[in-house]
């Protein structure tokens, strides 16, 4: 009960050490391993959308029992419904934003805003501890103000294999650029210069000793009217540019959310 009253006030809850120092070890390894040959460059790192597609050798962690179990505490929920919805990431900067695609029309309808609750919860996981500088950073409360700029804001220090459950209505940044990263960043709107700006930026982050960031995000729901239309707006996102159909998931990946008693919406959804 007070997991769902902390996530209705606060729009995120830690949950401390759900992954164990081996299950670590193993998506870092994953990770770095499918970093070194495929990314798209985004905030001067490397950004995997679609992650459960596209990195299958990470599908176990999409049912991994005790992130499972975060879920259903803090949507209060046994029905839960994956919405194949993850990205990846390594070194990527960032900004203030809220994981509702306003520019892309909103993944709800309606004042979504207006609502005291959502159904659909975001789970991020920093694989590294971010106990000097943190891992991410929310405005608490601001599930329910439409502008990402609202309120105080919060660095939430983790240790590797805790996990952040957030509503996806939550503002909140991962890595802010510091100085040098912030005129890299501004030279890396210009075409010509971006792959210039990134590799400058990567020598930046060595000069500074600054550790390798790796981090996993994906989406969850209750199996309500929020989670449907929220897969639906997936499956949409997914089908673009590839004939109208979205990519079903892996049949190992699909068998191993059967087993653990989870729908996949967004194939429910588009079906
Ligand atoms: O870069 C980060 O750590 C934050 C990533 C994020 O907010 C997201 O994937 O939605
Ligand atoms: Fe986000």
């Known amino acids: 009960m007070t997991l769902q009253t902390d996530m209705r006030r606060d729009g995120y809850v830690i949950l401390r050490g759900l992954l164990r120092p081996d299950e670590i070890a193993r998506l870092r390894g994953e990770l770095r391993a499918h970093f070194a040959r495929s990314w798209h460059a985004e905030g001067l790192g490397k950004h995997q959308p679609e992650a459960a597609l596209k990195i299958p050798a990470i599908g176990w962690i999409y049912h991994h029992p005790a992130i499972l179990q975060g879920f259903r505490a803090v949507s209060g929920s046994d029905a839960l419904v994956f919405t194949a919805n993850s990205d990846a990431h390594m070194n ?10 306003e520019n892309q029309g909103g993944c709800f309808s309606g004042d979504y805003f207006a609502r005291p609750g959502c159904n659909v919860f975001r789970a991020g996981i920093y694989l590294q ?3 000097h500088k943190g891992g991410l950073t929310v405005r608490p409360g601001s599930q329910t103000s439409r502008s990402p700029m609202t309120g105080p804001a919060e660095t939430l220090k983790t240790a590797a294999g805790d996990v952040v459950f957030f509503d996806i209505r939550l503002s909140h940044a991962g890595q802010f650029p510091d100085p040098v990263e912030t005129a890299l960043l501004r030279a890396a709107r210009i075409r010509r210069l971006r792959s210039t700006a990134t590799v400058l930026k990567h020598g930046w982050h060595r000069l500074m000793r600054k550790p390798d960031k790796l981090s996993l995000f994906f989406t969850y729901g209750a199996a309500a009217a929020d989670t449907e239309e929220f897969c639906h707006f997936e499956w949409n996102r997914q089908a673009r540019g ?3 159909i979205a990519p079903p998931l ?3 990946l699909s068998g191993g959310l059967e087993r653990a ?5 967004a194939m429910a959804a588009g079906g």
């Open 92 to 101: 990527m900067l960032s900004w203030w934003h809220k994981d509702t695609s």
């Open 129 to 131: 501890d971010q106990s």
């Open 242 to 244: 590839r004939n109208g």
């Open 250 to 252: 892996t049949p190992v």
């Open 261 to 265: 008693g989870v729908r996949f919406g």
